[in-house]
């Protein structure tokens, strides 16, 4: 069989998510908002028709680029197309002086061992491990927090985090600004527009900040935990603990029904206690993995 592959940088998300809808993975849909820009796509054909598509953008920068879409048609793997696809692009972005190229999968994706041995063929770096996933209902999470064990000390409280006054936000971005007080992905004032109100909150101690757990609706019944911080010397008092509790019972009162938890594999304090309770929760768990390619010879 003969396969054409077409590169095109003009292609928009809105004309694939109308012509091409099928040949996207993951589902880009819920990113329609988000992926506004014009994107590189390479296209397989067979006798005209479609068999394969690759969407990937670049940093604004023209240097690095980022594949988001990838996806080759059941009937037609195994057969180098997708190898083939990668190829294609790596040699695009070469040719308009592009230096790195990568992507995130995610490890239950069933499309996952087909990639892993098309990045393989293509020289691509050895994927590591980036993210944990875990998601699940809220009701069910609940039934381990029902306990009254572990209480809210005296002098702390919580504040819905969109209730926060400048003064607070100064003093966040302050303390951040002169020790680099938390990491760069646990920033809480990311996307703020999608913030979910019940379930995002900060932790006070004599009415400092000292913590926050945030969280986005990504869905009307998906809520995705992004960020969970305490100040190191409150940590002992398993004050992680007790801000997931109320996020999660806040979120369940809200009626929103199922939570997604997305932590770095360096920072698990958010998915580690589902993870030890995972049979009794009905959690699904996942891994995140990230890969590149330099293209600079």
Request: glycine letters at 4%.
């Amino acid at each position: 069989m003969e396969y054409d592959y077409q590169v095109s940088n003009q292609v928009t998300l809105e004309w694939v998510l109308k012509n091409m809808p099928k040949f996207l993975f993951p589902d880009l849909a819920k990113k329609k908002d988000r992926i506004q820009k014009k994107m590189i796509g390479v296209v397989a054909t067979h006798e005209r028709t479609p068999v394969g598509l690759l969407l990937a953008t670049d940093d604004n920068s023209g240097k690095n680029f980022r594949i988001h879409s990838f996806l080759v048609h059941p009937k037609f793997r195994n057969k180098g197309i997708g190898s083939a696809i990668l190829d294609h692009l790596e040699q695009y972005l070469f040719k308009i002086r592009g230096e790195n190229v990568d992507l995130y999968y995610r490890q239950h994706w069933p499309f996952t061992p087909y990639l892993k041995k098309i990045l393989e063929r293509q020289g691509w770096d050895i994927p590591r491990q980036d993210l944990i996933i875990v998601k699940g209902d809220a009701i069910n999470v609940n039934k381990l927090f029902m306990h009254k064990q572990i209480q809210l000390p005296e002098s702390y409280s919580f504040t819905p985090f969109l209730e926060i006054s400048k003064e607070d936000q100064a003093y966040i971005l302050g303390r951040k600004k002169r020790e680099n007080w938390y990491l760069d992905y646990l920033d809480p004032f990311v996307q703020p527009e999608t913030i979910c109100a019940p379930a995002s909150l900060a932790l006070r101690k004599d009415g400092h900040i000292i913590g926050w757990v945030i969280s986005h609706l990504i869905a009307p019944h998906l809520n995705e935990f992004t960020a969970l911080f305490i100040d190191q010397q409150h940590r002992p008092y398993k004050q992680a603990h007790i801000l997931m509790r109320e996020a999660i019972t806040r979120q369940q009162q809200a009626g929103i029904r199922q939570f997604l938890i997305t932590s770095k594999v360096d920072n698990q304090v958010m998915s580690r206690f589902l993870m030890r309770h995972a049979d009794e929760t009905e959690v699904f768990i996942t891994q995140s993995f990230y890969t590149k390619k330099s293209l600079i010879e």
